[in-house]
């Protein structure tokens, strides 16, 4: 199976990706990780492990339509089985979404449907809940709310600030985004659809 990675900046969720991808000898291929920002630290990371990388400067484009389009040309080239999002912070466009529907997977830094968006941290902080954590789900058209393949839960701490609840959640999602992704591969999670349209991932022993 062929994967695509889309990020933004650190690239840490991609590392992990790469690195179970080798160790474990899942049954696919980095055919491909894009960022959006040419200075992004997970693109240089990449390219120094031979992963064939890609910048694409979303500012060098007129309208997010026109970035997409150019996306959605280099990722077509590449023919990803999945198009995984780690840390990529466009909102994409509902053409963009459609044509890689089914298909695209994404890693979000709170337990959805709460705190879908941004500042997740720094709302959980404030809301007061006891947990927080990370969830990984399919990308549908409405920003963080398409089927979820798994969570992980983190407590909140009292003394926690931001980055401290940031760093524990992050470490969560390191752990929990290569372990259903690695599933999800080798057929132990299934990505079911009702006759209804609903679409949910079934664990398979
Ligand atoms: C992660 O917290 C991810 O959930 C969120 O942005 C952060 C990206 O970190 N969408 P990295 O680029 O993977 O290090």
Redesign the pocket.
């Known amino acids: 199976q062929r994967l695509a990675v889309l990020?933004?900046?650190?690239?840490?969720?991609?590392q992990v990706l790469a690195e179970a991808c080798e160790r474990e000898a899942w049954p696919a291929e980095f055919v491909g990780v894009i960022s959006n920002r040419p200075a992004a630290a997970?693109l240089a990371w990449a390219a120094a492990r031979g992963l064939p990388s890609f910048a694409l400067d979303h500012t060098a484009h007129p309208s997010r339509e026109a970035f997409d389009a150019v996306l959605a040309e280099t990722l077509d080239a590449l023919r990803p089985d999945w198009v995984l999002?780690?840390?990529?912070?466009r909102i994409l466009t509902p053409g963009f979404v459609a044509r890689f529907a089914g298909r695209m997977i994404?890693?979000?830094?709170s337990l959805l449907p709460a705190f879908p968006g941004l500042h997740t941290h720094r709302r959980a902080l404030e809301a007061g809940t006891v947990w927080a954590g990370?969830t990984v789900h399919e990308v549908t058209a409405e920003l963080d709310h398409g089927p979820l393949l798994g969570q992980a839960a983190v407590p909140l701490r009292p003394d926690d600030d931001e980055d401290r609840l940031?760093a524990r959640?992050?470490r969560a999602?390191h752990r929990l985004y290569p372990e259903l992704i690695g599933r999800l591969l080798r057929g132990g999670l299934v990505r079911e659809q009702a006759a209804d349209g609903r679409v949910h991932y079934a664990v398979r022993d």
Do not use: F
């Open positions: 990020i933004s900046g650190r690239g840490s969720n991609m997970g999002l780690a840390g990529y912070m994404n890693i979000h830094p990370c940031a959640v992050l999602e």
